[in-house]
T-cell receptor, first 109, second 116 residues
C-alpha cells in the first residue's frame, strides 16, 4: 500500500488559514487522496478527496501537486472547532481506509 | 436523519466474557466496516462486509467475530480470545466497497470498551 507522511502536530490561530501537508511519493495513478478528521472522542468525518485536480468544498480545499507526490489540505479560516486529528489517506481499489497517525491540529484563540 | 448508530457508548467486559457491539445504519449502504483505535493511534481494520451474508477479515480479526444478516446491521462480538480488548471501536459504512477508490466512508460515534 502506498504510504503517506504527515507532520505529527501543527498549531494555528483562530481566523487564520491553515495548510496541512501530506507527502505520498509512492502514489499510483489510480490512488485517490482522501482527508478525514477526527475530533476528540468522536468517529472520523470525511473532509475532502481528489484525484488530480484541486478540489473545493464547504469545509476545505485540497491542493494536489502536479506530480501528485504531495498534497495540502487548506482550511481557509481556522476556528476552535477545527482542532482535530487530520488524516491523509490514499485509496485505490480497496474496500477500507488505511489510517496513519495523522496530524494533530491545535487552534488558539 | 440518516446516519450510523452504535451502542452502547461505553461497555465493560469481565474476563472470559464475550460482548457484542451494535452498529446500525439507515443510509442504505452496501458496505460496512469495523475499526479499532488505541490511544494516540490511527484506526485499524477488524472486519468488513461488502454485502449481506458476506464478510472478510481485516488486519486484526483475531479474537473478533461478525455477522451480516441484514443490510442495516453489522454487529461485532469481542470474544474471550481477544486478550487486550480495551479500545475505542468504530463502525463505518459506504455506498459500496472498493469501486475506483472515491467512495466516502461514514463513521458512527464509537463504543469505548473497557475491561474490568
Amino acid at each position: 500500500d502506498a504510504k503517506t507522511t504527515q507532520p505529527n502536530s501543527m498549531e494555528s490561530n483562530e481566523e487564520e488559514p491553515v495548510h496541512l501537508p501530506c507527502n505520498h511519493s509512492t502514489i499510483s495513478g489510480t490512488d485517490y487522496i482522501h482527508w478525514y478528521r477526527q475530533l476528540p472522542s468522536q468517529g472520523p468525518e470525511y473532509v475532502i478527496h481528489g484525484l488530480t485536480s484541486n478540489v473545493n468544498n464547504r469545509m476545505a480545499s485540497l491542493a494536489i501537486a502536479e506530480d501528485r507526490k504531495s498534497s495540502t489540505l487548506i482550511l481557509h479560516r481556522a476556528t476552535l472547532r477545527d482542532a482535530a486529528v487530520y488524516y491523509c489517506i490514499l485509496r485505490a481499489h480497496r474496500t477500507a481506509l488505511i489510517f496513519g497517525k495523522g496530524t494533530t491540529l491545535s487552534v488558539s484563540s | 436523519d440518516g446516519g450510523i448508530t452504535q451502542s452502547p457508548k461505553y461497555l465493560f467486559r469481565k474476563e472470559g466474557q464475550n460482548v457484542t457491539l451494535s452498529c446500525e445504519q439507515n443510509l442504505n449502504h452496501d458496505a460496512m466496516y469495523w475499526y479499532r483505535q488505541d490511544p494516540g493511534q490511527g484506526l485499524r481494520l477488524i472486519y468488513y462486509s461488502q454485502i449481506v451474508n458476506d464478510f472478510q477479515k481485516g488486519d486484526i480479526a483475531e479474537g473478533y467475530s461478525v455477522s451480516r444478516e441484514k443490510k442495516e446491521s453489522f454487529p461485532l462480538t469481542v470474544t474471550s480470545a481477544q486478550k487486550n480488548p480495551t479500545a475505542f471501536y468504530l463502525c463505518a459504512s459506504s455506498i459500496s466497497a472498493g469501486g475506483r477508490g472515491q467512495e466516502t466512508q461514514y463513521f458512527g460515534p464509537g463504543t469505548r470498551l473497557l475491561v474490568l
